[in-house]
T-cell receptor
Framework: DAGVTQTPRHEVAEKGQTIILKCEPVSGHNDLFWYRQTKIQGLELLSYFRSKSLMEDGGAFKDRFKAEMLNSSFSTLKIQPTEPKDSAVYLC????????????FGSGTRLLVI | AQKVTQTQTSISVMEKTTVTMDCVYETQDSSYFLFWYKQTASGEIVFLIRQDSYKKENATVGHYSLNFQKPKSSIGLIITATQIEDSAVYFCAMREGHASSGSWQLIFGSGTQLTVMP
């Protein structure tokens, strides 16, 4: 079975650039999540989609972060404009969408903003 | 509000011993689900084991088991016969049982780094 696919694996951006991260969830999963992981803050929820509808947009990340789910098998996370503090690992996860369902995580995109 | 706390930042054990990692949670809900995940050095995060709040029996999967103490809001992860490859960061997570505002997100703890030494 295909898991969650994230591209690219690594991204280097200059401050002020726009970057787009991509995610393909597990086929048939209804829920899709974007997380940011840093050593200091741990795992922080950026966005949550259920059946392509945006359910949560991670309040603190609203201004420069925008996640979209164009169809049930593809999502993007745009950061515009990037800042050095955005350097982190960005993780996408999907889930069947039931209370006892676990997540399947992608391998993540490691972003470095210089 | 939901909260998950892992107070142990790191643990080191000798190979083939048993280790317990602690996790406490806060929830107003009577129904909830508790999860443990493992993140390897490569960054991969994988699901290990789940406990449903309404079940009294502790969940067991392979050499992972849980110590669920509901009155203490505690869900410890026990790894028996540890192996070098168990070295990783372990995350505890919780999801409440009702989809308030349609939210099914997991709330994660900060993680515990486990090092298994030969």
């Amino acid at each position: 079975d295909a898991g969650v696919t994230q591209t690219p694996r690594h991204e280097v951006a200059e401050k002020g650039q726009t970057i787009i991260l991509k995610c393909e969830p597990v086929s048939g999963h209804n829920d899709l999540f974007w997380y940011r992981q840093t050593k200091i803050q741990g795992l922080e929820l950026l966005s949550y989609f259920r059946s392509k509808s945006l359910m949560e947009d991670g309040g603190a990340f609203k201004d420069r972060f925008k996640a979209e789910m164009l169809n049930s098998s593809f999502s993007t996370l745009k950061i515009q404009p990037t800042e050095p503090k955005d350097s982190a690992v960005y993780l996408c996860a999907s889930s069947p969408g039931q209370g006892n369902s676990d997540y399947t995580f992608g391998s993540g995109t490691r972003l470095l903003v210089i | 509000a939901q909260k998950v706390t892992q107070t142990q930042t790191s643990i080191s054990v000798m190979e083939k011993t048993t280790v317990t990692m602690d996790c406490v949670y806060e929830t107003q809900d009577s129904s909830y689900f508790l999860f443990w995940y493992k993140q390897t050095a490569s960054g991969e995060i994988v699901f290990l084991i789940r406990q449903d709040s309404y079940k009294k029996e502790n969940a067991t999967v392979g050499h992972y088991s849980l110590n669920f103490q509901k009155p203490k809001s505690s869900i410890g992860l026990i790894i028996t016969a540890t192996q070098i490859e168990d070295s990783a960061v372990y995350f505890c997570a919780m999801r409440e049982g009702h989809a308030s505002s349609g939210s099914w997100q997991l709330i994660f703890g900060s993680g515990t780094q486990l090092t298994v030494m030969p």
